[in-house]
């Protein structure tokens, strides 16, 4: 999604900040849990996995520098990021494509959580139809119109094969949905104003093959290496 501007002071934040935000907000709402009120940049910086400069530079984007000495107060931090983020509303969202995905994703609690409410689960396929999924019937797909009106939907989830996707999207956006989850292998094109995020998990695996190969090389190397040593 594009960088968002708070209202209040309509200050753009990086992408790559942006995408961190919600990794913070999670160690925050880790730490809020765990009954800590104050943490140190540090500390956050270590619950989150990333280094503190980055952190204390993110954070300054949002105004927040926290106290010398003291650190950062947990739930205000958490409330400016989820403000910032836009969690602290309420985000009507649909997901079209109930197979075996769009059931794990309905199903999944960590959504309402975090301030995003399924109103609608739509499928193409009337075998599916009047199932429900965590509360939701599962609708013609053809209701969309009608439901992203209905709930002002802002946010659409595709679940769909590949072939599907850009007629889902295409669908969605004139339903008036503005921002798009795609989980199909697909390039989907969308007019301006609408973002797209992308999630593949056999794209993350194929990063995680490419880190095992190079560590596996550089094993083999310092074997070599090591052999080489032995031998002089
Ligand atoms: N991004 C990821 O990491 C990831 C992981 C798993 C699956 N996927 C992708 O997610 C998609 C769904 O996978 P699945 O295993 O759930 O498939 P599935 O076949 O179980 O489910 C697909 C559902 O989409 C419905 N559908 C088909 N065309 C439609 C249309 N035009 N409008 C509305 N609904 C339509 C079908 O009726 C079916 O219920 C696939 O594209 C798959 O490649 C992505």
Not at 66 to 87: C, F, H, N, P
Not at 148 to 156: P, R
Request: charged fraction near 20%.
């Amino acid at each position: 999604m594009t960088a968002r501007t708070s209202s209040e002071t309509a200050r753009v934040i990086p992408e790559a900040t942006v995408a961190r935000l919600p990794v913070y907000l999670r160690a925050l709402t880790a730490l809020a849990d765990a009954g800590i009120r104050t943490c140190s940049s540090e500390d956050l910086a270590t619950a989150a996995g990333v280094n503190s400069a980055k952190l204390r530079k993110d954070l300054s984007y949002l105004g927040s520098y926290g106290t010398r000495g003291v650190g950062y107060d947990v739930d205000y931090l958490r409330y400016q990021i989820a403000r910032e983020i836009g969690v602290t509303q309420d985000w009507p969202v649909v997901i079209v494509g109930i197979g075996n995905l769009g059931h794990a994703l309905a199903s999944y609690s960590g959504f309402r959580s975090r301030g995003f409410r399924v109103v609608a689960l739509l499928d193409a396929d009337p075998e599916r139809h009047e199932e429900v999924v965590a509360g939701v019937a599962v609708r013609p797909f053809d209701d969309l119109d009608a439901i992203a009106h209905e709930h002002a939907v802002a946010i659409g989830v595709i679940a769909t094969p590949a072939a599907a996707a850009q007629d889902v999207a295409d669908r969605m956006v004139a339903a008036g949905i503005t921002s798009i989850l795609n989980f199909a292998p697909a390039v989907i094109s969308v007019p301006d104003g609408v973002d797209v995020r992308k999630v593949d998990l056999s794209i993350e695996l194929q990063i995680l093959a490419y880190h095992e190969q190079r560590k596996a090389h550089e094993h083999a190397r310092d074997e070599v290496a090591a052999a080489m040593g032995g031998e002089a």
